[in-house]
């Protein structure tokens, strides 16, 4: 069992930018692939953004390249979203996962005002 545990959102104004912060407990964290997802209102959950487990390889979606870069410590079992000009199409709770074993963070909800 892997709990994920999410920080870091807000409520900003478009172009600002956000850290989010997800913390795993565990000691096989460094094994995991780790994405960032999010959930708008009245939408699926979509990718974002996922990091291999050495933090070398990682994969955006087109909507967060360019301005969403994931990294990961495995020293402190986290993962980070730096997100930077954000815009009001970013509004969404925003998850972390580990994807293989799957496992989901309560989400942490980012709004941004126009």
């Known amino acids: 069992q892997v709990q994920l545990v999410e920080s870091g959102g807000g409520l900003v104004q478009a172009g600002d930018s956000l850290r989010l912060s997800c913390i795993a407990s565990g000691r096989a964290f460094s094994t995991y692939v780790m994405g960032w997802f999010r959930q708008a209102p009245g939408k699926e959950r979509e990718f974002v953004a996922r990091i291999n487990t050495n933090g070398l390889v990682t994969a955006y979606a087109d909507s967060a390249k360019g301005r969403f870069t994931i990294s990961r410590d495995n020293a402190k079992n986290t993962i980070y979203l730096q997100m930077n000009s954000l815009k009001p199409e970013d509004t969404a709770v925003y998850y972390c996962?580990?994807?293989?074993?799957?496992?989901w963070g309560q989400g942490t909800h980012v709004t941004v005002s126009s």
């Open positions: 996962a580990s994807l293989g074993p799957l496992y």
